[in-house]
């Protein structure tokens, strides 16, 4: 089970309902869905839509709707027609915990071999509230989670595989690499980018290496604050959308142990250096307090000889 959500911030109600009706097949009730409309006209839905979004004030880059897409895969085990209705069920418990006061307009489209899908289209505010109904992404993701876990808990007929709790690691794409899978791209820039810097990260071993095959295959790293960056043909991708960023670490944390360890072997080579320079330093100060020594004993014998034959020629002279 498959739900995304992408943000509209322009007033294109009609746009993206001529979209969602494209297809025939499905404008009948059953293939429709409604959530605190009192309309079921084209015409007068994109009119309510329309009046609904006149309560909320003109700010630049804000949200005037969503359009949104459940998706489930296929199963034999039950008929299309119940495929369709549990759908729908799962439609209705997503509304209720993402949009429980705000427009919803559905269309059921089936005109893919392989899966069903509900395209939504969710207001941004609430029914004639002037402020926007917003959810970051943390509030989001729980809902999701929460839904897939009602449909794996209550639904087991329809096979879904648990793809948004579960643990394994998936690059987060956009909608635009979205399309152009679906078009039969096999691998997608991030996913090239997300292998090579593996590659990388597991061959590496210290700093110079790093940069040495960073620059092979054109890649710089960019670090802000505590996100962490790598720049590919002038175009920046977060280590954390590609999954990267704990490979990143567990690098960084080797490295730095390996520095530490050099840093550490240098202390103790300079640590060594200077005892043998002191205790170099010592002998030759040594010696050379042996050579004043004799020379000071000279001396001094000398000086004795001397005073011995100064006081006899003083006698000799009395």
């Given at each position: 089970m498959i739900i995304k959500s992408m943000p509209r911030k322009d007033k294109s109600f009609w746009i993206l309902v001529n979209?969602?009706?494209?297809?025939?097949?499905?404008?009948?009730?059953?293939?429709?869905?409604?959530?605190?409309?009192?309309?079921?006209?084209?015409?007068?839905?994109?009119?309510?839509?329309e009046r609904n979004s006149?309560?909320?004030?003109?700010?630049?880059?804000?949200?005037?709707?969503?359009?949104?897409?459940?998706?489930?895969?296929?199963?034999?085990?039950?008929?299309?027609?119940?495929?369709?209705?549990?759908?729908?069920?799962?439609?209705?418990?997503?509304?209720?915990?993402?949009?429980?006061?705000?427009?919803?307009?559905?269309?059921?489209?089936?005109?893919?071999?392989?899966?069903?899908?509900?395209?939504?289209?969710?207001?941004?505010?609430?029914?004639?509230?002037?402020?926007r109904?917003?959810?970051?992404?943390?509030?989001?993701?729980?809902?999701?989670?929460?839904?897939?876990?009602?449909?794996?808990?209550?639904?087991?007929?329809?096979?879904?595989?648990?793809?948004?709790?579960?643990?394994?690691?998936?690059?987060?794409?956009?909608?635009?690499?979205?399309?152009?899978e679906s078009r039969g791209w096999t691998l997608t820039i991030k996913e090239t980018i997300h292998q090579e810097l593996s590659l990388i990260f597991e061959n590496a071993a210290d700093k110079e290496t790093l940069n040495t095959l960073m620059k092979q295959k054109d890649y710089?790293?960019?670090?802000?604050?505590?996100?962490?960056?790598?720049?590919?043909?002038?175009?920046?991708?977060?280590l954390k959308t590609l999954w990267l960023i704990d490979n990143f670490n567990t690098l960084s944390e080797k490295i730095q142990q390996w520095d530490w360890k050099k840093v550490s072997d240098n202390l103790i080579m300079n640590e060594q250096e200077k005892f043998n320079r002191w205790e170099q330093e010592w002998k030759l100060m040594s010696e050379d307090i042996n050579d004043r020594k004799k020379q000071a004993n000279i001396i001094r014998s000398n000086h004795n000889k001397n005073n011995f034959y100064l006081k006899k020629e003083y006698k000799f002279k009395k």
């Open positions: 979209y969602m009706l494209k297809n025939e097949t499905v404008c009948n009730g059953e293939g429709l869905f409604y959530k605190n409309l009192y309309v079921k006209e084209k015409e007068c839905v994109i009119k309510e839509f006149g309560f909320l004030k003109k700010i630049k880059w804000s949200n005037y709707f969503y359009h949104e897409i459940i998706s489930i895969t296929r199963t034999d085990k039950i008929s299309n027609k119940e495929q369709k209705d549990i759908l729908k069920k799962i439609v209705f418990f997503y509304t209720s915990l993402r949009s429980e006061d705000n427009l919803v307009y559905g269309v059921l489209h089936d005109d893919k071999a392989h899966n069903l899908h509900f395209h939504l289209m969710i207001s941004a505010n609430k029914y004639n509230s002037n402020k109904h917003r959810l970051d992404k943390s509030k989001f993701s729980d809902i999701k989670k929460k839904v897939e876990y009602y449909v794996l808990e209550n639904f087991p007929e329809l096979e879904q595989k648990s793809i948004i709790n579960s643990k394994k690691e998936r690059i987060v794409k956009n909608n635009k690499e979205y399309q152009l710089q790293l960019y670090v802000r604050g505590k996100t962490v960056w790598v720049i590919k043909d002038d175009k920046k991708y977060r």
